[in-house]
Every structure is written in structure tokens, then in C-alpha cells.
């Protein structure tokens, strides 16, 4: 084999190393709609399983990334009150200075500002006791009516091909160039090898 020869063996062998990977890549979501080849259905990876993606990432959301009983212990951290106490506050002070004379004038006219006060921090008192209760009912109730598996699994089973790919493509577009540098790498080192192969045997 000449000079001319080896390096164009060299050059196709390091360009089929890159196409056959990018045909690779290309068909995790290529072609989108099934369609046969001699009695062979051909259907990317991705749309083919869809569905079958959709249900293994619902329980995995359902079951392991979003538990119900860490939301809930999130939920009715007493920190999360404390949080919101200037705005309860704020609501409370609010009513008993405003609201409470168009709701119940006479007992307006008999409070002053020190029961203004005394019946606000009461009511703190009250919402601090009853605001985990509340919240651990809520979330019960909710765990019930809501279901996380099942609604993860139909958005995901009712993407379009398109985004799914231009998602997937998001995350892994690095990688999938990578792999197809690889491709190219073993498909040179390979052509490298069949040349050097050749040149010792002759």
C-alpha cells in the first residue's frame, strides 16, 4: 500500500468510526415514527419506550425524589411559621384595628389598644399550636388526592418526540459530542493499525 493509499484508508476508517457513532446517537431518536424494513420495525430508542420511560421515571419521582413525609416535615417546621409571622402579625393587627369595628362594633368600642395587643399575641399563641396540625392534615389529605407517579408519568409520556429530544439533547449535547470524537478516535486508531498491519507483512 502507498503513501496515497494508507492515508486515505487511514481517513475513511477514522470517518466511518465517526458516522457509525453519530448514526448511533441519531437513532436513541431517530426515526420518531415506526415504520418496517423487511419485515423489521425500525423506531428510535426514545419514542419507542416513551411510555416505558415515562412509568420507571414516575416512580422514581413518586417513590424516591419527592416523599411525602419530607414535604410534610418541611411543611410544619415551626421555622417556616416564624417566617411568616410579620405578615400574620401584620393581617392580625390589621383586623383588630379595622375590620373588628365593621364586623362587631360594640365590642370594639369596649377594647383599647393594650387588648388590641393582649388578643393579638393570644392569637400568635393559638396559630403557633395549630398551624403543624393544620399542615399535617393538609398533607395527608393531599398525599391522597395527589398523585406524583401518575401525573409525572403522563406529562412525560405526553411529550412530544420533539422535546423530549431537545430535552435530552440539553442535559447530554456535551457527551454526545464526546462519544462521537471517541467514534472518530477508535475509528483512526483502528485505520492506524489495519496500515501498520499491512506495511509489516508485506
Known amino acids: 500500500m502507498n503513501l496515497t493509499g494508507s492515508i486515505i484508508s487511514i481517513l475513511l476508517s477514522t470517518f466511518t468510526g465517526w458516522v457509525t457513532t453519530w448514526i448511533a446517537i441519531k437513532m436513541l431518536f431517530h426515526p420518531r415514527k415506526p415504520f418496517k424494513i423487511l419485515g423489521i ?71 383599647g389598644e393594650k387588648t388590641i395587643v393582649q388578643l393579638k399575641e393570644a392569637f400568635l399563641v393559638e396559630l403557633e399550636t395549630l398551624f403543624p396540625v393544620l399542615m399535617k392534615s393538609y398533607m395527608g389529605k393531599l398525599e391522597k388526592d395527589l398523585d406524583l407517579e401518575k401525573i409525572v408519568t403522563e406529562k412525560v409520556a405526553n411529550f412530544s418526540s420533539e422535546k423530549l429530544e431537545d430535552i435530552l439533547n440539553q442535559i447530554t449535547k456535551k457527551e454526545f459530542k464526546f462519544l462521537e470524537f471517541i467514534g472518530a478516535f477508535f475509528g483512526l486508531l483502528i485505520g492506524l493499525i489495519e496500515v501498520a498491519v499491512t506495511f509489516f507483512t508485506r
Open 41 to 111: 420495525t425500525i423506531q428510535g430508542i426514545f419514542p419507542k419506550n416513551q411510555r416505558l420511560i415515562a412509568e420507571k421515571l414516575g416512580q422514581v419521582v413518586g417513590k424516591e425524589l419527592l416523599s411525602f413525609d419530607e414535604i410534610e416535615q418541611k411543611v410544619t417546621n415551626p421555622e417556616n411559621l416564624q417566617k411568616l409571622r410579620p405578615d400574620i402579625e401584620q393581617h392580625i393587627d390589621h383586623f383588630l384595628r379595622n375590620k373588628l369595628k365593621d364586623v362587631f362594633p360594640m365590642l370594639f368600642m369596649l377594647i
